[in-house]
Nanobody, 126 residues
């Protein structure tokens, strides 16, 4: 397994920006895809963004496309989520997740991710 720790959440006004980080430890980080998911109060956890093990391929939900950017630094074993033009509906707990199958195909599906962080709260005020 791999251990994941998110950071960077907080309170921001609508239109503002935040950058989330997810630091990994344990198994080889550079060989597996990473994803960000979020869960708003009384809602299901939803896909936000994902990045392939190489960083070449990225995917976004329609709700964040054009505003959020996922990236990774394999040397630092860290994946990032840059969030711009934040909206109140972006308020949620954000989780990073790892698909620890080596060199697997990046997925939007939660069931493909076996390691999860504890989450970081993002609150966007109107």
């Amino acid at each position: 397994q791999v251990q994941l720790v998110e950071s960077g959440g907080g309170l921001v006004q609508a239109g503002g920006s935040l950058r989330l980080s997810c630091a990994a430890s344990g198994r080889t980080f550079s060989s597996f895809a990473m994803g960000w998911f979020r869960q708003a109060p009384v809602k299901d956890r939803d896909f936000v963004a994902a990045i392939s093990w190489s960083g070449v391929s990225t995917y976004y939900s329609d709700s964040v496309k054009g505003r959020f950017t996922i990236s990774r630094d394999n040397a630092k074993k860290t994946v990032y989520l840059q969030m711009n033009s934040l909206k109140p509906e972006d308020t949620a707990v954000y989780y990073c997740a790892a698909d620890i199958r080596p060199y697997g195909v990046v997925s939007r599906l939660q069931r493909e991710y076996s390691s999860w962080g504890q989450g970081t709260q993002v609150t966007v005020s109107s």
